[in-house]
Structure formats: structure tokens, C-alpha cells
């Protein structure tokens, strides 16, 4: 299983960024994807999640700014962040989620630094 991501950077504050996070090794379309982060010192936290058939959830921090969406034929699913704040200033990881063997398996992508700067 192989989830790579793409995207990040440095972005001034109000600024927008998009990550991808392509999968492989897994059955996509039945893969629930996330997004999470971690800033130095903070445990790492949920930024939004998606399930196979397209249902959202978002962290209250960043409702209205992002959007997480798939697009289960590329086997792809990315994070659209706009209005960005200093506070979104974190190492971003994309998670995807897969029922096997009666059993949940996580896998991790490699983390990509998104870093907002005023």
C-alpha cells in the first residue's frame, strides 16, 4: 500500500493550497480517506475525513475553508484549503482506512509541510 502525497508549501495568510494524496494497494472506492495534522509540539488531530461513497465530516477549525473530495476512478483524493490562517502551520498527512479480514487496516501517507506565514 502506497499513499503519496503532493502539494503544500509556504502560503501568505488568506492564501489558498491544495494537497493530493494518491493511493495504491488498496480498494479505493471503499477506502474511507482523511486528512490530519500535526503541529510541533501538538498531537497530531483530524482535518476531515471522507467515506467511499462521498459523506463528508470537518474539524470546526476548518469548516468553510476546506474541502476534502475523491475522485474514486483516479484513486485519488485531495484537501482544498483556502483563507488560510497561521494556525493551519502543520505537517499534513493523509490517512486512508480499509476493512479486511474482519479487521481495520490504516495506512499513512509520507506528511507534507504546509506552513501559513502573516
Known amino acids: 500500500v502506497q499513499l503519496v502525497q503532493s502539494g503544500g508549501g509556504l502560503v501568505q495568510t488568506g492564501g489558498s493550497l491544495r494537497l493530493s494524496c494518491a493511493a495504491s494497494g488498496i480498494v479505493f472506492s471503499v477506502a474511507a480517506m482523511g486528512w490530519y495534522r500535526q503541529a510541533p509540539g501538538k498531537q497530531r488531530e483530524l482535518v476531515a475525513d471522507i467515506t467511499g461513497g462521498g459523506l463528508t465530516n470537518y474539524s470546526d477549525s476548518v469548516k468553510g475553508r476546506f474541502t476534502i473530495s475523491r475522485d474514486n476512478a483516479k484513486s485519488t483524493v485531495w484537501l482544498q484549503m483556502n483563507n488560510l490562517k497561521s494556525e493551519d502551520t502543520a505537517v499534513y498527512y493523509c490517512?486512508?482506512?480499509?476493512?479486511?479480514?474482519?479487521?481495520?487496516?490504516?495506512?499513512w501517507g509520507q506528511g507534507t509541510q504546509v506552513t501559513v506565514s502573516s
Open positions: 490517512k486512508a482506512k480499509q476493512w479486511r479480514f474482519a479487521t481495520w487496516y490504516e495506512y
